[in-house]
């Protein structure tokens, strides 16, 4: 039973030299298709729903955005397929070749190339014309590329036309190049061929990767893990534990080399694709995987996108912003770059001087006491109390110098900047080994990380091996002859020894890794100000304290579908809660904090509980309308955010908060990416572990 419906473990010895098990990835995706609680509710076309979004097949990036090579290639119409990449005789006698296929209002549609005759020295041919691409209803197509070659050729004077068969060039009119067809041969779309006359369809997937504990106890315990759950289906659905599928952890191997195992089933799968049983359509199909977005927290997503990480002066991996001077010195013990599990970066509030749970030295410096000379809020968090002026006209000399200096680095920080792209990366990844080729390069090779942001944790394994073989060597031709000998041993082609990431067709780690608003924003923005509130606002205050517990006991919250608050919890322990806490902290915080901190406190509260809402909308009914909205209250909070200290932007999550309109218009509604479905899936990661001999469980 096992070895014929159970899904097999893969070994694999990972490149960096650690050993673990892949679960296969083939046979999970054929136990989807034949399980009738899960196939019905499976998307594997994208859909043109207008201005609505709700679920990932209506948004960009599945819509428009996928290579046409990764999408679903065939479509049955009137009993006959029809792929994409072959002329199809329309109605009027037009001949076209359709790209992709979609949904409107429940009818089929493709988006279709035109079609132009050209003469070449063998007679006339067919010339696809990409651009502008046009739409075609199912109603329009009469002849599949298998028909209307014979047609052709059984009369050749009915259509005045070229053989389908007779595919020339491609003609792209908005960039003047042609080149050469290659996207199907005589025989049509190699689909088409290997089918034999079966469907082949698109299998979208989320996948996810992140660290947890494998102990009950609170001794960290680290195990990397990789999930995934299919894109096509509803959120509702994908949000059930029972639809996110397990692929392998370890507490040896890093992500980056359990991702190559699986980035190698994944070619695999799009290369000889996977023979399953269609439940619903009682027939065998044909499936192949596609990769649609990476998720998990920042740390993670940035490892995965060969990105230095939040601490590097390059922060942000989605674009080139530049920590601004003013915020390039981060407090010593800020942690922003080493999220743990929903605690995720456990540093404190930059707003006061002092942490109850660690010495002041981890802070950064208050903002200064208001005086006559501050021309405003912005300019307060410029002084530091360590820079004590000698006269009050020397303090006001020293905040006006550098006011400028500060908006104009908030002003670049709150702002996307050109963004990041897979092509570059792989460059600069390729350039740093041309660098290593030569002698003491490992000096310069991380500052060119750190110049450009690029770092990737992967080649780093072969780097190293460079950089050691010839340490210790005396002589110049000792370290040369080393070299030589550690560059034959290791794998010829650079792209074997960088990340896997970038082996995977129509993904960009830097567009395709979508901000998580779980920890951006509850294990963020939330957390930081409640526990500025509680350990600096009110700190000392024991009055207030009790007050604001009181407040939140007293507050009716049963039209928000939660539990009455435990107060006492909430303020006595802020350094400690979770998740769900400050899920219930944003809804309720303008109501019971007025009065109790300073006004620019308040109004930036007020302006994150008007952002929260809109961040977990499920359903988008008018979308543009919606992101100009978003748009604006992003604005507002980063604003009012910087009217409160500009010491807050120091901390790159408020520069991340400014991806999020583009990723809802590219993957849909930021709840479909949420990673809470795959969080709570530690637990029975963590159940497993504790109970396993502790020999590395993989």
Same mark, same amino acid.
């Given at each position: 039973?096992?070895?014929?419906?159970?899904?097999?473990?893969?070994?694999?010895?990972?490149?960096?030299? $650690?050993?673990?098990? %892949?679960?296969? +990835?083939?046979?999970?995706?054929?136990?989807?298709?034949?399980?009738?609680?899960?196939?019905?509710?499976?998307?594997?076309?994208?859909?043109?729903?207008?201005?609505?979004?709700?679920?990932?097949?209506?948004?960009? /990036?599945?819509?428009?955005?996928?290579?046409?090579?990764?999408?679903?290639?065939?479509?049955?119409?009137?009993?006959?397929?029809?792929?994409?990449?072959?002329?199809?005789?329309?109605?009027?006698?037009?001949?076209?070749?359709?790209?992709?296929?979609?949904? /409107?209002?429940?009818? +089929?549609?493709?988006?279709?190339?035109?079609?132009?005759?050209?003469?070449?020295?063998?007679?006339?041919?067919?010339?696809?014309?990409?651009?502008?691409?046009?739409? %075609?209803?199912?109603?329009?197509? @009469?002849?599949?590329?298998?028909?209307?070659?014979?047609?052709?050729?059984?009369?050749?004077?009915?259509?005045?036309?070229?053989?389908?068969?007779?595919?020339?060039?491609?003609?792209?009119?908005?960039?003047?190049?042609?080149?050469?067809?290659? =996207?199907?041969?005589?025989?049509?779309?190699?689909?088409?061929?290997?089918?034999?006359?079966?469907?082949?369809?698109?299998?979208?997937?989320?996948?996810?990767?992140?660290?947890?504990?494998?102990?009950?106890?609170?001794?960290?315990?680290?195990?990397?893990?990789?999930?995934?759950?299919?894109?096509?289906?509803?959120?509702?659905?994908?949000?059930?534990?029972?639809?996110?599928?397990?692929?392998?952890?370890?507490?040896?191997?890093?992500?980056?080399?359990?991702?190559?195992?699986?980035?190698?089933?994944?070619?695999?799968?799009?290369?000889?694709?996977?023979?399953?049983?269609?439940?619903?359509?009682?027939?065998?199909?044909?499936?192949?995987?596609?990769?649609?977005?990476?998720?998990?927290?920042?740390?993670?997503?940035?490892?995965?996108?060969?990105?230095? *990480?939040? /601490?590097?002066?390059?922060?942000?991996?989605?674009?080139?912003?530049?920590?601004?001077?003013?915020?390039?010195?981060?407090?010593?013990?800020?942690?922003?770059?080493?999220?743990?599990?929903?605690?995720?970066?456990?540093?404190?509030?930059?707003?006061?001087?002092?942490?109850?749970?660690?010495?002041?030295?981890?802070?950064?410096?208050?903002?200064?006491?208001?005086?006559?000379?501050?021309?405003?809020?912005?300019?307060?968090?410029?002084?530091?109390?360590?820079?004590?002026?000698?006269?009050?006209?020397?303090?006001?000399?020293?905040?006006?110098?550098?006011?400028?200096?500060?908006?104009? !680095?908030?002003?670049? &920080?709150?702002?996307?900047?050109?963004?990041?792209?897979?092509?570059?990366?792989?460059?600069?990844?390729?350039? =740093?080994?041309?660098?290593?080729?030569?002698?003491?390069?490992?000096?310069?090779?991380?500052?060119?990380?750190?110049?450009?942001?690029?770092?990737?944790?992967?080649?780093? $394994? &072969?780097?190293?091996?460079?950089?050691?073989? =010839?340490?210790?060597?005396?002589?110049?031709?000792?370290?040369?002859?080393?070299?030589?000998?550690?560059?034959?041993? @290791?794998?010829?082609?650079?792209?074997?020894?960088?990340?896997?990431?970038?082996?995977?067709?129509?993904?960009?780690?830097?567009?395709?890794?979508?901000?998580?608003?779980?920890?951006?924003?509850? +294990?963020?923005?939330?957390?930081?100000?409640?526990?500025?509130?509680?350990?600096?606002?009110?700190?000392?205050?024991?009055?207030?304290?009790?007050?604001?517990?009181?407040?939140?006991?007293?507050?009716?919250?049963?039209?928000?579908? +939660?539990?009455?608050?435990? *107060?006492?919890?909430?303020?006595? =322990?802020?350094?400690?809660?979770?998740?769900?806490?400050?899920?219930?902290?944003?809804?309720?915080?303008?109501?019971? @904090?007025?009065?109790?901190?300073?006004?620019?406190?308040?109004?930036?509260?007020?302006?994150?509980?008007?952002?929260?809402?809109?961040?977990?909308?499920?359903?988008?009914?008018?979308?543009?309308?919606?992101?100009?909205?978003?748009?604006?209250?992003?604005?507002?909070?980063?604003?009012?955010?910087?009217?409160?200290?500009?010491?807050?932007?120091?901390?790159?999550?408020?520069?991340?908060?400014? $991806?999020?309109?583009?990723?809802?218009?590219? &993957?849909?509604? !930021?709840? @479909?990416?949420?990673?809470?479905?795959?969080?709570?899936?530690?637990?029975?990661?963590?159940?497993?572990?504790?109970?396993?001999?502790?020999?590395?469980?993989?």
């Amino acid at each position: 039973m096992q070895q014929l419906y159970g899904v097999e473990s893969i070994p694999n010895h990972g490149a960096l030299g $650690h050993r673990f098990y %892949v679960n296969n +990835l083939a046979q999970i995706i054929a136990q989807e298709m034949s399980n009738p609680a899960v196939r019905p509710h499976l998307s594997f076309m994208p859909e043109d729903a207008g201005q609505r979004l709700s679920e990932a097949r209506q948004a960009a /990036r599945w819509l428009h955005e996928l290579p046409p090579e990764l999408t679903t290639p065939s479509a049955r119409i009137g009993g006959k397929d029809y792929f994409t990449f072959e002329p199809a005789l329309l109605t009027n006698s037009r001949v076209a070749v359709p790209v992709r296929w979609f949904t /409107r209002e429940n009818q +089929l549609f493709a988006q279709c190339w035109k079609m132009q005759v050209v003469q070449t020295h063998g007679g006339p041919a067919w010339q696809a014309v990409i651009s502008p691409l046009y739409t %075609v209803s199912a109603s329009e197509f @009469l002849r599949p590329y298998p028909e209307l070659q014979q047609d052709m050729l059984a009369r050749p004077d009915a259509y005045n036309i070229p053989l389908a068969s007779k595919m020339h060039s491609v003609y792209d009119p908005n960039r003047a190049i042609c080149w050469r067809w290659t =996207y199907s041969s005589e025989a049509g779309n190699p689909w088409r061929v290997r089918g034999g006359g079966a469907r082949v369809m698109a299998f979208p997937i989320w996948l996810y990767c992140d660290d947890t504990s494998g102990n009950l106890s609170k001794k960290w315990n680290a195990h990397n893990s990789f999930l995934f759950t299919p894109a096509g289906l509803s959120r509702s659905e994908s949000q059930k534990e029972y639809n996110v599928h397990f692929l392998c952890t370890s507490n040896t191997a890093t992500p980056l080399e359990m991702l190559d195992g699986i980035v190698k089933q994944i070619e695999e799968a799009q290369l000889n694709v996977i023979w399953a049983w269609d439940c619903h359509l009682k027939e065998a199909v044909l499936v192949f995987p596609v990769v649609l977005a990476l998720l998990g927290d920042n740390p993670m997503q940035s490892e995965l996108a060969s990105h230095i *990480g939040l /601490r590097g002066r390059l922060f942000c991996r989605a674009c080139w912003v530049e920590r601004g001077k003013v915020f390039g010195s981060r407090p010593s013990g800020d942690d922003d770059d080493s999220e743990v599990g929903e605690a995720e970066d456990d540093d404190e509030s930059v707003t006061g001087n002092v942490s109850d749970t660690g010495s002041d030295s981890n802070m950064p410096p208050p903002s200064p006491s208001p005086s006559a000379c501050e021309p405003s809020p912005v300019q307060q968090s410029s002084a530091s109390p360590a820079q004590k002026p000698q006269s009050r006209k020397r303090t006001c000399q020293v905040i006006i110098d550098t006011v400028d200096t500060i908006s104009q !680095a908030i002003h670049n &920080f709150i702002r996307a900047r050109r963004p990041r792209n897979k092509e570059e990366t792989r460059a600069k990844l390729r350039s =740093y080994f041309e660098d290593a080729k030569f002698i003491g390069m490992k000096t310069e090779i991380g500052k060119a990380q750190t110049k450009s942001g690029i770092k990737d944790r992967f080649q780093l $394994h &072969f780097l190293e091996q460079i950089f050691d073989s =010839y340490k210790g060597r005396r002589s110049a031709q000792e370290k040369e002859i080393a070299l030589k000998a550690k560059l034959v041993s @290791l794998p010829q082609e650079a792209d074997e020894m960088i990340n896997p990431v970038w082996r995977v067709q129509g993904l960009d780690a830097h567009s395709d890794t979508p901000v998580e608003i779980l920890h951006v924003v509850l +294990l963020g923005f939330v957390k930081y100000f409640w526990r500025d509130v509680i350990k600096n606002q009110l700190k000392n205050k024991q009055v207030k304290k009790d007050l604001l517990a009181t407040r939140l006991s007293c507050l009716d919250v049963s039209g928000l579908g +939660l539990s009455p608050l435990a *107060g006492h919890t909430l303020v006595q =322990y802020a350094g400690s809660l979770v998740g769900r806490d400050f899920r219930a902290i944003a809804q309720v915080a303008p109501f019971v @904090l007025q009065d109790l901190v300073t006004p620019e406190c308040y109004e930036t509260w007020k302006s994150l509980s008007k952002l929260v809402p809109l961040l977990w909308q499920p359903q988008i009914t008018n979308l543009d309308a919606y992101l100009i909205s978003l748009q604006y209250e992003i604005e507002q909070f980063l604003v009012r955010a910087a009217r409160w200290t500009a010491a807050w932007f120091h901390k790159p999550k408020f520069h991340i908060l400014v $991806h999020i309109p583009d990723h809802i218009r590219r &993957f849909g509604p !930021a709840i @479909l990416f949420a990673t809470e479905q795959f969080e709570s899936f530690n637990a029975v990661i963590r159940a497993k572990s504790i109970h396993s001999n502790r020999q590395a469980p993989s």
